[in-house]
């Protein structure tokens, strides 16, 4: 089946056992990077298997692309999803009943019908495979609720194996799935996640899109690639400035009507050297081999998502591009939008471990390999040579007494009631800096005034990120208040030392170096 309808040669990595164990009736669960070709596992046992493989997707945009590549192989594949009218519905459901396919594509909120579990019924199923398993798990990055209805599948149709796939679980998310799909007895597939290609990089932001420019023209000229930003009009405004630099860029957004992002999507897909530029509403399913670079302008709510969009740099193998620019603004921004954020306590405590996981990842000294297959339970060598700290070393010093000194001035501006200062006023303050704001509220008075000369501007940003990226320093409320944490009074007593990374020197913006 492999060479005969897919063309190929041989397996891949695991894909030979999983594909046995599935035939076999077994069910499993399949952890495998981007690119891996988790598709397959499920493909050919469908074929294989007496019956239609049912493939639980929530990829509605990619389902038509998916079945015409399928049909393209002679596979015989059709989908069910909103996106249809009735008669394409009807034909499809008539097609499944009477086993004239091979494959079957089903969004996964169509199984709150109860139209569509009596469908099932009618035809005979070979298989079900979950495809983007993790959404599955509230703990993870991507949860979606209708997942949870999947796991009526067992108990509805028991002897029906399933296998469920995704690209990014943690061993906490893994176990979740395992328990809410009732697959804990099911064997486990875990391939390495390591993406040996995939050059890991994180900078600091100080001119992100001049940065992004540099990136691209430096290094990644004429090549497709792919940026990802915040919000919508960061996008548009990316976007409008690569065009405006004569880099071929297309927005990407949930604000753009479908049939632009549908055109956006199958340029990026057809045409060379196209840079994306979106929001992280794109991506999910591309299989576009040659993405040379993934770029981030704003930091990544988690690491799951930072690995699964990054991920989509390099499938084809070769040399590819991961980087991320982040500075001071993220950390507040991103602590300031958990504080604002709906859902209840332990839902805010997810985001917190999940932006805390991705902030150590941003501030370590060491390889970003090793901390990124870390972070999902696997071990990898110490050095990697292949990311940014691996390849050149960032150095750490001693910043306690900077600690200190930022500490002591939030100290001192908390007794102004019903005032909110960022990080601003601090540096300002450090920096003996008569401002009208300084003024205003008399903080040339303070101790503190002017008793940081020796750090520039710069320096005590990036000692204020490292601080609130370590919790040394909190943010309270939607206006992103500094206060003390508990760790910042071990600091302001002594008891605490604090090694912080000094961030690389980096080449002056073009006009502050005229200057000099
Ligand atoms: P994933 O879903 O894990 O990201 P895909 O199933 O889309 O990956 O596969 C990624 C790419 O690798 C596809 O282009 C696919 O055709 C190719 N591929 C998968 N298995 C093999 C194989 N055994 N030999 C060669 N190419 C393969
Ligand atoms: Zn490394």
Not at 22 to 45: E, F, H, N, R
Not at 49 to 65: E, F, K, N, Y
Not at 245 to 252: D, S
Not at 347 to 352: A, I, K, N
Request: glycine residues 10%; neutral net charge; charged residues 25%.
């Amino acid at each position: 089946m492999l060479r005969r309808v897919f063309g190929y040669d041989e397996f891949r990595g695991e894909q030979r056992e999983i594909v046995e164990h599935v035939i076999g009736g077994g069910d499993a669960l399949v952890l495998m990077p981007t690119g891996g070709g988790k598709s397959l596992c499920y493909q050919i046992p469908a074929l294989v298997r007496d019956g239609v493989g049912v493939v639980i997707s929530p990829l509605i945009a990619l389902m038509q692309d998916q079945v015409d590549a399928l049909r393209a192989l002679g596979v015989r594949a059709g989908f069910l999803n909103s996106t249809q009218d009735v008669d394409e519905q009807r034909l499809v459901q008539a097609e499944f009943v009477a086993g004239r396919l091979d494959v079957l594509y089903l969004a996964p909120e169509r199984l709150r019908n109860e139209a569509t579990l009596r469908l099932l019924d009618r035809g005979r199923v070979s298989l079900f495979a979950i495809d983007e398993a993790h959404c599955v798990a509230q703990w993870g990055h991507d949860f979606r609720p209708d997942y949870l209805m999947l796991s009526q599948l067992h108990e509805r149709w028991p002897d029906v194996p399933r296998i469920a796939l995704t690209a990014t679980a943690t061993e906490a998310t893994r176990q979740e799935i395992a328990t809410r799909l009732d697959l804990t007895a099911a064997r486990h597939f875990v391939a390495s996640f390591d993406r040996p290609n995939i050059q890991y990089r994180i900078a600091g932001k100080v001119e992100p899109r001049k940065q992004l420019l540099e990136l691209l023209r430096g290094e990644h000229k004429g090549d497709a690639g792919i940026v990802y930003c915040l919000s919508r009009a960061s996008v548009e405004k990316t976007a409008g400035f690569l065009t405006e630099q004569g880099v071929e860029a297309l927005p990407y957004h949930a604000g753009l009507d479908p049939r632009t992002r549908a055109a956006h999507q199958s340029r990026f897909l057809r045409e060379d050297g196209l840079v994306m530029v979106a929001t992280i509403a794109f991506g999910m399913g591309i299989d576009k081999p040659d993405v040379r670079f993934v770029a981030h302008l704003d930091l990544p709510k988690s690491v799951e998502g930072y690995y699964q969009e990054t991920g989509r740099a390099g499938r084809d193998g070769l040399p590819s591009t991961a980087w991320l620019a982040y500075g001071l603004q993220d950390v507040v921004q991103q602590r300031k939008m958990i504080n604002g954020s709906e859902g209840d306590a332990a839902h805010r405590r997810r985001l917190v471990a999940h932006l805390d996981a991705m902030l150590a990842l941003c501030e370590t000294v060491e390889c970003r390999r090793a901390r990124l297959l870390a972070y999902f339970g696997q071990s990898a060598s110490e050095s990697c040579g292949n990311c940014d700290t691996c390849l050149a070393p960032p150095e750490t010093w001693d910043g306690t007494v900077a600690a200190q000194k930022i500490l002591s001035t939030v100290v001192r501006l908390k007794r102004e009631r019903n005032q909110k200062f960022g990080a601003g006023q601090i540096i300002d303050i450090l920096l003996g800096r008569k401002t009208a704001k300084v003024i205003q509220f008399d903080h040339d008075r303070l101790s503190v005034f002017g008793i940081g000369t020796e750090l520039k501007e710069a320096e005590w940003r990036g000692v204020l990120r490292q601080l609130l990226a370590q919790g040394l320093i909190g943010v309270e409320g939607e206006y992103g208040t500094l206060v003390l944490t508990e760790g910042s009074d071990e600091v302001l007593r002594g008891r605490r030392q604090v090694p912080l990374r000094r961030d690389p020197v980096r080449a002056k913006p073009a006009r502050a170096a005229r200057a000099d």
